[in-house]
């Protein structure tokens, strides 16, 4: 009977997770004693680890009281009496291990806490961590704060002795409070991965070191080290995801997980990373021109590339090949149409994916990963995510902190090399020259007085020179992401030479052509500058550089872009059926859209907002949103364009400029003191709810008394009187839901706030334009606040136990206080602005 059971015994163990590693230091730094964690590990004690350092002293510090403070997500909990000891170095100080098999990878755990010691002071130490090779830490300190700090590396080893040093800075000394250096296995890092800017396959995983930044369990609780066969902590990703309440939490029992094959496959992530996922929330009452995005955003430096793993595992699904969907990293397509199905063959499989972002796509600190649900007309509008863990990629430097090398040289891309320097002066001298050149061309142009010296045109030409040249010094920034280059002779031949038959818009940039691109047989929009045109340059630089950052389906793509000969030129997709504007007031004898035609293309502007607000690394504030910035392709699917005014919004509730956009849609609050938020862009999408629904200009003139009038003023003053129906356009009035147009109009009321604060965001707003969408297709019920449209209360506030005909248009809102009055005054100041 033994033998049966010693074979079933080595075959459940054969097909486990475990594993065991060959090189196992665990350093409790500053113990008397050994500690044993409750997730099963002992830590050695200074005693037993006196052979392992090298100094000249150390001292021992503890501390008698538990430690009380609240411990980071990213930070073991189990590993918190680790914390209450450290040892101070006073010199250089070196830990030696013995590596008994070279060539492979180890994990370096370090963990550190200012704990308090009389007379050291740990929040002023200041010191450096290297190994043989790398650097980990760079003048390190806790600056002058108590939080715990843990630090995560996966490194390769090339020794049998891997030393592990820690030297002070000059006048001060080093601490560490426990060490792990522990082996990893070789399958962890395979070689390739797909490179997300340009979009491509990428070698040479194996060759780099990575320091792991986030380790995210989406969907999930926190998962710890006893629970991961390499003794790994994933944190909840409730600190990271952008917005919650468009996801729900799915959960499977995790021996239901499969992986694609019984070994290492396993230890990539333990199966509780693939039990849990995050879903989109109602996916199955979604339209496919509904869907929304999923986003988590997380903070890493912006000076390194790095490896940023997703792991998926289909949970939600019954059949295969039912959910499809695209991944997004900082805003470019990581993954499109990914079909788990097919990858995995089977549901409840764990999957990942590896991908590169380099550092040149690492804006603003921040990296952004999105799922969107894909257009396929047989899946379901849905998406999911179980998990993700972004890893620095070592620099040039070998460094994981700055461009110091472990010897101390400067190892930086940009050394200050003498042939370097040289190069610089050279530059500088010849644009010196050039700028005085060209500085005494527009002199003599200016006394010469005749028509082909404009002295308006030759200092704006003059600027635009000198901004290709100074971007031909510096490498051409400007050319960005996967945008294509185009050559001026492509355009022509795409536009016949710029025919003035071709022009589909203009605007202050310049004119919108009609082109059809000859080597791929498609029509684009091809935006030229105008060469007199003051603000073209500043535009054309923002237009660039804002739609070289974003991508989503309800903004307008950007294509490519020709800076060749001193032309500005954009070029986007082409959008078939023109602005919203035309359409609302039926230029070009085109028949009014339908209420509902109105109320998706609104939802779908509100979402293009949303995601300028949210969902990009950094938020966009658009500042000119207007119906004619609203354009509409082939399906009358709504995207947003022109952003040459737009404005990312720094660590703060505003940014201080001067006042730019189109008059009737400029916030009152902005213009009053010069402070831009995202809630202006709230504020004019308002009056663009009032356009679309009125089906009227936002400034028309009286033929009365010949004054200009605001439409805001107009639809205010008619609801205020009870005229409700006499706002609405003619057109639609008689197929409009009453609760539809009450849950719009009360959104449009709360976007036209006076004050900032008292504006919802454009989640909220776009919530409730869904919601009336809703109503008007005949929902028997939609769970979901309303909007007050009493004139007279001004907060927001649900309505309760509605019930019956509750008809909009014949409210008795008589009795409404009087509401302040700013936008006469608005358009009375408005005259000095330029509008667009």
């Known amino acids: 009977m033994s ?27 500053g113990a008397s004693n050994q500690t044993h964690l409750n997730d099963g590990r002992t830590f050695k004690s200074d005693r037993q680890t006196t052979s392992l350092l090298s100094t000249s002293e150390y001292i021992q510090a503890s501390t008698d009281s538990p430690i009380t403070i609240t411990i980071p997500p990213s930070v073991p909990p189990s590993s918190l009496p680790l914390f209450q000891t450290a040892r101070i170095f006073k010199d250089e100080s070196t830990y030696t291990f013995y590596i008994s098999r070279t060539g492979g990878r180890i994990w370096i755990r370090l963990y550190f806490y200012a704990l308090p010691h009389p007379p050291y002071d740990l929040t002023t130490a200041s010191f450096s961590v290297h190994t043989n090779h790398f650097v980990l830490l760079s003048e390190f300190s806790l600056k002058n704060n108590h939080h715990l700090v843990f630090k995560e590396y996966l490194v390769s080893v090339f020794d049998n002795r891997f030393s592990l040093k820690f030297k002070p800075k000059k006048n001060s000394f080093a601490f560490i409070n426990a060490i792990e250096v522990v082996s990893a296995p070789d399958t962890l890092i395979s070689d390739s991965a797909t490179a997300v800017s340009p979009l491509g396959e990428f070698k040479g995983l194996v060759q780099s070191e990575y320091q792991v930044m986030h380790r995210v369990n989406v969907g999930g609780a926190i998962i710890a080290p006893n629970n991961d066969s390499l003794s790994r902590t994933w944190e909840p990703d409730d600190a990271y995801n952008v917005n919650p309440n468009r996801s729900v939490n799915v959960a499977v029992p995790y021996k239901a997980i499969k992986y694609p094959q019984f070994g290492d496959a396993s230890l990539i992530a333990p199966s509780f990373v693939y039990a849990t996922a995050a879903q989109i929330k109602d996916h199955k009452d979604m339209q496919f021109q509904s869907k929304f995005n999923l986003s988590w955003m997380m903070n890493v430096d912006s000076s390194y590339s790095y490896l940023i793993r997703l792991h998926f595992c289909d949970i939600v699904s019954k059949t295969l090949n039912q959910l499809v969907f695209n991944v997004y990293i900082n805003g470019r397509v990581g993954v499109p149409d990914l079909n788990l199905s097919s990858q995995t063959k089977d549901l409840a499989t764990a999957f990942y994916q590896d991908l590169v972002l380099n550092a040149s796509a690492v804006e603003n600190g921040y990296i952004l990963v999105q799922v969107e649900p894909g257009d396929l007309q047989h899946g379901t509008s849905n998406a999911i995510l179980n998990g993700i863990e972004v890893m620095k990629m070592i620099n040039s430097a070998k460094s994981f902190d700055g461009s110091f090398s472990v010897d101390g040289h400067y190892r930086g891309e940009h050394s200050p090399h003498k042939g370097a320097m040289r190069k610089v002066a050279f530059v500088g001298l010849g644009l010196a020259f050039i700028n005085l050149l060209l500085l005494l061309i527009t002199c003599v142009g200016m006394r010469k007085g005749t028509k082909t010296w404009q002295v308006s045109s030759s200092l704006t030409w003059w600027m635009i020179f000198l901004f290709h040249l100074r971007s031909y010094s510096r490498g051409n920034p400007q050319r960005r992401g996967s945008k294509r280059f185009f050559h001026f002779k492509e355009l022509q031949l795409a536009t016949n030479n710029f025919d003035e038959r071709r022009v589909i818009g203009v605007g202050g940039f310049g004119k919108v052509y009609l082109g059809r691109l000859r080597e791929d047989n498609m029509n684009v929009a091809i935006k030229r500058a105008n060469g007199g045109s003051g603000q073209g340059l500043n535009e054309f630089r923002t237009e660039l550089d804002m739609l070289s950052k974003l991508r989503h389906r309800h903004l307008v793509s950007l294509i490519g872009y020709c800076d060749e000969d001193s032309e500005m030129i954009l070029v986007y997709e082409y959008m078939a059926n023109g602005s919203f504007r035309s359409h609302l007031y039926g230029a070009n004898h085109l028949r009014p859209l339908s209420w509902q035609q109105r109320l998706e293309i609104c939802i779908g502007a509100a979402r293009g907002l949303y995601y300028l607000h949210t969902g990009a690394a950094q938020s966009v504030i658009h500042r000119d949103v207007k119906t004619t910035n609203i354009l509409l392709d082939e399906n009358y699917v709504a995207k947003v364009s022109d952003f040459g005014l737009s404005k990312t919004l720094p660590n703060k509730a505003y940014v201080s400029t001067a006042v730019k956009g189109s008059f009737g849609y400029l916030d009152p609050e902005y213009f009053r003191r010069l402070q831009l938020t995202q809630k202006s862009d709230v504020y004019s999408f ?26 805001v003023d107009w639809a205010i003053e008619q609801c205020k009187r009870g005229r409700v129906h006499e706002v609405v356009d003619p057109f639609i009035v008689e197929s409009i839901n009453p609760e539809s147009l009450k849950m719009y109009l009360g959104a449009a009321k709360k976007c036209l706030e006076d004050h900032g604060v008292d504006r919802p965001n454009m989640g909220d707003v776009l919530w409730h334009l869904e919601c009336a969408l809703q109503l008007q297709e005949g929902a028997s019920h939609v769970d979901a606040p309303e909007y007050d449209m009493s004139w007279k209360n001004l907060v927001w506030s649900p309505q309760e136990g509605q019930t019956g005909n509750s008809n909009v248009m014949d409210n008795d809102i008589d009795n409404a206080a009087d509401i302040t009055d700013v936008n006469a005054a608005l358009f009375s100041q408005i005259a000095n602005l330029q509008g667009r």
């Open 3 to 29: 033998s049966p059971i010693l074979l079933l015994f080595l075959f459940l163990l054969s097909h486990t997770n475990c594993y065991s590693p060959h090189v196992n230091y665990l350093i409790d730094c």
């Open 686 to 711: 308002g009056v663009v709810l009032l356009e679309a629904v009125c089906g009227k200009s936002v400034i028309w003139t009286c033929p009365i008394s010949m004054e200009q009038v605001s439409l």
